[in-house]
């Protein structure tokens, strides 16, 4: 009955794998921007001018040397201090307040979202939204990179909660993610290194303060074992360590310190479980 199941399952993600490659890049194009504007009406974004630019220019550092360098790749920061990050077909990548706030270095923002722009890549975020309705899209991502969905206790608070925290990514997904967002980083000169890096940090809070990065760990499944896979994969790479690759920068951390002087983040708007904002 086990192994049975298990064909199931498997014949089930081929089958959104493979509805994901009948969608043509243009109708990708199109479904990005129409879920982009749906989620930009639910999700609180930072607007300011240098924050976007410094974080739009490292993206687009990264997106433009990948194999799908045509698409109109657009970088957006929430303001939420969730440590969080997710992408929509067609490129758009949004960067929780939060994650640039925690990350300890350059390359840690990068090989994260170096990670974002290989779902893309890979089509994931496509297979993604086919699993879900998409007219609901922005209230799962507001479910997603805040806390709007979420009790004091943790707890899911409403029935769309369960939906948002149906939004992540397979373990496969993942590790294909990963090695995308290697080599990624590693075509802008940025040492790789961050990604497994930022990931172990997680961890490490996680035995601690479990509830600050609850809302990474909802939607994108880690464990040691996938730490340990990525830096396999690093330290394959040939002429690894090379310090010629880019770690950190005084221009990140002038921008970390910007973020840190904006107004805290709104509190989040709790959707009622009809599923609409009050």
């Given amino acids: 009955m086990r192994t049975q199941r298990r064909r199931c399952l498997l014949s089930m993600a081929a089958v959104v794998s493979l509805l994901a490659c009948s969608v043509s890049q243009d109708q990708e194009r ?18 300011d001018t240098v924050i976007e630019a410094f974080v739009a220019n490292l993206g687009r550092s990264m997106a433009a040397k990948t194999s799908r360098a045509d698409l109109d790749w657009r970088f957006s920061v929430v303001n939420s201090p969730e440590v969080n990050a997710f992408a929509l077909p067609g490129g758009f990548i949004y960067v929780n307040r939060g994650l640039i706030e925690q990350a300890d270095r350059l390359d840690e923002l990068a090989g994260v979202m170096g990670h974002e722009i290989g779902h893309v890549v890979r089509r994931h975020s496509v297979e993604q939204l086919q699993k879900r309705q998409r007219g609901g899209l922005g209230l799962v991502m507001l ?5 709007a969905c979420w009790t004091i206790n943790g707890r899911v608070a409403i029935r769309v909660g369960a939906n948002a925290l149906a939004a992540h990514y397979s373990q496969h997904d993942e590790a294909q993610a990963d090695s995308e967002g290697v080599a990624n980083t590693l075509r802008a000169e940025i040492d790789p290194e961050g990604l497994p890096s930022f990931f172990q940090k997680l961890l490490d809070t996680q035995k601690t303060q ?16 996938r730490v340990a896979a990525t830096r396999v994969q690093i330290a394959a790479l040939p002429h690894y360590p090379d310090p010629s ?21 709104p509190p ?4 009622t479980a009809a599923g609409h904002s009050p």
Avoid: K, W
């Avoid at 199109?30 to 607007?47: F, I, K, N, T």
């Fill in 143 to 147: 479910c997603t990179l805040t806390r």
């Fill in 268 to 271: 989040p708007q709790q959707p």
């Fill in 245 to 265: 690759l880019v770690r950190d920068s005084p221009e990140f951390h002038r921008i970390q310190n910007r973020i840190r002087a904006l107004p805290p983040p």
């Fill in 30 to 47: 199109e479904m990005g921007r129409e879920d982009a504007a749906r989620v930009d009406s639910q999700v609180p974004l930072v607007h």
């Fill in 210 to 225: 479990p509830s600050a990065v609850e809302a990474f760990f909802s939607t994108h499944p880690t464990d040691a074992s």
